[in-house]
């Protein structure tokens, strides 16, 4: 019996020890310090698919994702996240595996979306998840390309996208208010959103099974209306995050934009310089993210063009990495991509976030794509020391500073040197040695010695973006029209005192809105004067109407996307007798921010009429009909079928309330397709039935341009021969000169001095020692795009030569054979570097006044398309 006793208390500590050591080892793999991943580190980092012997438990690989106060740790491994923002439903399922594989060539390893809700179930039961809603494709094409996938739910997005995302009907359900503590719509959002957990689950998409997911996100910027909801707003969001948890999707969840992120939820910082305003994580046990870093400003219609330097977004990214403890970063956009159909919201414009490092078009835009990758890179030379060194900030005064990572003991140190002077370059001194620092720049020195990236200057090339008619604009350029029918009030069957709010009567089915009234005058209610007219005068809520009256069409008015209401006045003539006035109301998309969205208002607000002998006449009380659509739409007439449903004519020009349409062929090649629009007013637009967005290019920006006048047709809605092209015109055009182009970004540039490092990619991290991969010098690389050559060298001048890329021009201490010798390297290829020294092009190293700076232009083409056109830069 003794040694029986004796026998289960030694087992009995036996277990008791193995348990601790299986709770030992879990610490171990969490890592807090990283004295477990030395064996991992010895080898090179770029691996990500070894698994050390701490990430075994029971012989399988630790799968999943957990955090700490560090970082995130996926499958038993820190990570450094670069990650870009592309939606699917902006670019269709032929472009995402080449966009995708461009963002991955950038150095990003994540790629983050949203769910649109609206999309999904557009009809409430009633689920779409095909061709460009095609999620579960879109995330498995992410997955093929061996990228990490933040999956953002919502299902509120903002965006930029009709309504925020959400669907029509959700606002009609009684008692209805969205995203605070309401029933009614708590109850309909976790149905989505557990309804898109479980479709990703039985894809097998989160990461613990193998799957791409690392991070799903739940509500989006809740800081913005957290004081519109009070009390409310409090629960609801503390309900959303524990609502979320309790899905078990085996990765976090974040919060961005939301100090109060409960419990386990992550809250994450959006903006433009997280590096200097996050307040940073809600616990000290949750990572500091950055889910969304503006690469520019989102446009709409009226507004003028924008850009963001790509040295700026550098700085800002090395700024969170070093400052803010960072350990993800999340560029919106990386590729912005196209608002087809009705999807953008209010005002905004058809190309979203053209200014992105992959453009409209999934060109890359150079050289924010450039510069970018090559930060990721040299950030990436200091993941040791980010992850297991101990952070200390210098402050060198007068706005220098510097962040120091080290850990002596695992012989890791990174430093960034940082000058937050706006104006002013400088120098600094660390650790005995002096580093010339430019205005509002960081320097990255993964060894604590050298410099291998500086955010201010840029070795990646520039290029510019040209579009080139193609012969097809003018081939079977037969245009032919059909006018949609102008109501009066006897053809409307929705009658009521006033005119009726749009939003209300349109559901979200269509933009316009007919609104109708017609009323009696006798000879002498007209003015007596010829010089007077009567003035028709409509206010509105929003967002543009045409007025018609007697069928003839007056003008257009329009709100903006500051304030969506306007007045619109226009002189007219009226009969004797009955007058009949129409009016299309209009909205550019659906409402998109801001809280208590179920509530907004559209459409004709009151109508009256000004100048007559009696006073104003006040039709707002008049009996008004409305009737909902166009005839066009209802027919399907911009579909090969629907085409067949009226009776189509010779087109007339500036015709307002017209379709129109044409055949044309496919531009040769495979460089983007694009519809310069310019001479047309306002409207839609359709291609073999895809609708590539709205138009509008009468509403002018500042300077007097429109915002936006060349609409991207995607390559894959197009057949070789006998396109169909229709649009619906509001207000009057001239279709025969829409003219069909290609883009191409074929001006590629360098600028290039001997005092810029060498490129951050000659580096690289064996053990613990920097290494470089060939001579650490500054050096000019060129290389085309997509199977093309370097065909001509447009401009090529070392010494001090000045100007943007495209217009370049010659100082003074111009090397005369460095055109030839760049020539001979270059010609023929599809890429060449270049060594930017004054011996290497026998320039006068003591010219007065040389920057000692290389400049080449060079031209790229498709191999056989040795003569290549100019085209005109856009």
């Not at 997955?143 to 029509?168: C, D, H, K, S, T």
């Not at 950030?379 to 007068?398: D, E, H, I, M, V």
């Amino acid at each position: 019996m003794a040694n029986i006793v004796r026998f289960l208390g030694i087992l009995f500590l036996l277990l008791i020890l193995s348990a601790s050591a299986i709770a030992k080892h879990k610490e171990d793999n969490d890592d807090n310090d990283g004295k477990d991943d030395g064996d991992d580190d010895r080898k090179d980092d770029a691996d990500h698919h070894h698994h050390h012997h701490s990430d075994k438990e029971g012989g399988k690989a630790v799968k999943g994702v957990t955090y700490d106060g560090r970082s995130l740790i996926i499958n038993g491994r820190r990570e450094l996240l670069f990650s870009g923002s592309i939606h699917y439903p902006r670019s269709t399922p032929e472009m995402w595996p080449e966009i995708i594989n461009k963002a991955k060539h950038g150095g990003l390893n994540a790629i983050e979306t949203y769910v649109f809700w609206n999309i999904h179930e557009p009809v409430q039961g009633q689920f779409n998840f095909s061709g460009r809603y095609d999620l579960v494709r879109f995330i498995k094409v992410v997955q093929e390309a061996g990228m990490f996938l933040i999956l953002r739910i919502g299902p509120y997005v903002e965006a930029e996208w009709n309504f925020g995302g959400f669907p029509y009907w959700l606002k009609e359900i009684p008692g209805m208010i969205f995203r605070t503590d309401n029933e009614p719509f708590k109850d309909h959002m976790q149905k989505f959103v557990t309804m898109i957990v479980e479709k990703m689950r039985s894809e097998k998409l989160f990461a613990p099974q193998g799957g791409p997911i690392i991070l799903a996100q739940i509500e989006n910027e809740y800081n913005n209306v957290e004081a519109a909801f009070q009390e409310g707003g409090l629960r609801y969001v503390k309900w959303a995050g524990e609502m979320a948890l309790s899905l078990n999707a085996g990765v976090p969840w974040v919060m961005c934009k939301e100090k109060n992120a409960p419990g386990a939820v992550i809250n994450t910082c959006n903006g433009r310089n997280c590096g200097d305003t996050f307040t940073g994580p809600n616990s000290p046990n949750k990572p500091s993210l950055w889910t969304e870093n503006w690469t520019a400003q989102y446009r709409v219609f009226g507004d003028p063009p924008s850009q963001r330097a790509a040295e700026d977004l550098a700085y800002a990214v090395t700024r969170f990495f070093s400052a803010k403890n960072g350990t993800l970063v999340n560029y919106y956009m990386y590729h912005g991509g196209t608002n087809f159909g009705r999807e953008g919201s209010a005002f905004v414009m058809t190309r979203y976030y053209d200014e992105a490092p992959l453009d409209e078009y999934g060109l890359y835009k150079e050289p924010k794509f450039g510069h970018l990758r090559d930060v990721h890179h040299a950030l990436r030379l200091c993941r040791k020391a980010l992850f297991y060194g101990n952070p200390s900030t210098q402050n060198l005064g007068k706005g220098y500073e510097v962040v120091i990572y080290e850990k002596p003991e695992r012989k890791v140190c990174a430093a960034f040197l940082t000058n937050t002077n706006p104006r002013i370059d400088g120098t600094v001194n660390f650790r005995g040695v002096e580093y010339s620092l430019p205005r509002r720049s960081i320097s990255i020195l993964p060894d604590c010695k050298t410099v291998v990236f500086n955010s201010q200057r840029t070795m990646a090339q520039h290029n510019a973006r040209t579009f080139h008619t193609a012969k097809e604009t003018t081939e079977k350029n037969k245009w032919w029209m059909y006018q949609e029918y102008i109501p009066k009030f006897r053809d409307t069957k929705v009658t009521s005192r006033q005119p009726l709010e749009l939003m209300n009567m349109t559901k979200d089915t269509t933009d316009y809105l007919w609104y109708t009234t017609s009323f009696k005058l006798d000879s002498e209610d007209l003015p007596m004067r010829h010089d007077i007219r009567p003035v028709l005068q409509v206010s509105s809520l929003g967002h543009a109407i045409h007025a018609f009256v007697n069928g003839f069409y007056i003008g257009t008015g329009h709100g903006s996307h500051v304030e969506k209401s306007f007045v619109f006045t226009k002189p007219m003539d009226l009969n004797r007798g009955y007058n009949h006035i129409t009016i299309l109301g209009l909205t550019i998309g659906l409402p998109n921010s801001g809280a208590y969205l179920e509530h907004r208002l559209a459409g004709v607000h009151t109508v009256g009429i000004q100048g007559l002998n009696a006073g104003t006449l006040d039709l707002s009380n008049n009996r008004w009909g409305h009737r909902v659509g166009l005839d066009g739409e209802r027919l399907g007439i911009f579909t090969e079928e629907g085409l067949k449903n009226v009776q189509w004519t010779e087109a007339k020009s500036d015709t307002p309330a017209t379709w129109y349409k044409r055949y044309f062929d496919a531009p040769r090649g495979n460089d983007p397709v694009s519809l310069n629009m310019t001479s047309m007013g306002k409207g839609r637009a359709w291609v073999n039935g895809e609708c590539i967005g709205r138009y509008w290019v009468s509403y002018l920006d500042p300077y007097g341009k429109p915002s936006q006048s060349t609409y991207h047709v995607p390559r894959s809605w197009l057949k070789p021969k006998d396109n169909l092209l229709v649009l619906f015109e509001e207000q009057g055009g001239k279709p025969e000169d829409i003219i069909i182009m290609t883009a191409k970004r074929d001006n590629i540039c360098a600028f290039v001095s001997e005092d810029h490092p060498p490129s951050a990619r000659s580096f690289q991290m064996k053990g613990n020692e920097l290494q470089t991969i060939e001579d650490a010098k500054p050096k000019a690389h060129l290389k085309c795009d997509s199977k093309k050559v370097i065909q001509a060298i447009v401009f090529a001048s070392f010494g001090n030569p000045t100007g943007p890329c495209g217009n370049y021009t010659i100082g003074s201490c111009h090397a005369p054979q460095t055109w030839s010798i760049i020539e001979k390297e270059c010609l023929g290829k599809s890429s060449c570097v270049l060594p930017v020294s004054a011996q290497a092009y026998g320039a006068d190293p003591k010219c007065p006044g040389t920057t000692n700076t290389l400049t080449v232009q060079v031209k790229c083409a498709k191999k056989d398309n040795a003569a290549g056109d100019a085209g005109n830069i856009g």
